[in-house]
């Protein structure tokens, strides 16, 4: 099993910053990917931002730019750096984990969340 637990989280202004970080536990061996989504109330849960463990990102396509993905190994972490932070993305910001259960199946793991308010 893969634990996850973000942090980072909080309120900010628009035109801020803020760093969420997502630091994974367990089982890790195994582990393809790692990112973030994000879900605003009402809204269905998004991509951000993905890195598998060869550094390849991907990116919402309306985020890139603004939004940088990437890992410390060390920790077996994941670290998202949001710049110009804008009223509209304000959301829960989940950390994911992709790992490989054998050839067939790849599990998702999902962490609790942290809260990120962007005021204008």
């Known amino acids: 099993q893969v634990q996850l637990v973000e942090s980072g989280g909080g309120l900010v202004q628009a035109g801020g910053s803020l760093r969420l970080s997502c630091a994974a536990s367990?089982?890790?061996?195994?582990?393809?990917?790692m990112g973030w989504y994000r879900q605003a109330p009402g809204k269905q849960r998004e991509l951000v931002a993905t890195?598998?463990?060869?550094?390849?990102?991907n990116y919402a396509a309306s985020l890139k730019g603004r939004f940088t993905i990437s890992r410390d190994d060390a920790r077996s972490a994941v670290l998202l750096q949001m710049n110009n932070l804008r009223p509209e993305d304000t959301a829960v910001y989940y950390c994911?984990?992709?790992?490989?259960?054998?050839?067939?199946?790849?599990?998702?793991?999902w962490g609790q969340g942290t809260q990120v308010t962007v005021s204008s």
């Open positions: 367990g089982s890790i061996f195994g582990i393809s990917a």
């Open positions: 994911n984990a992709q790992k490989s259960r054998n050839v067939y199946f790849t599990d998702n793991y």
């Open positions: 890195i598998t463990t060869g550094g390849t990102t």
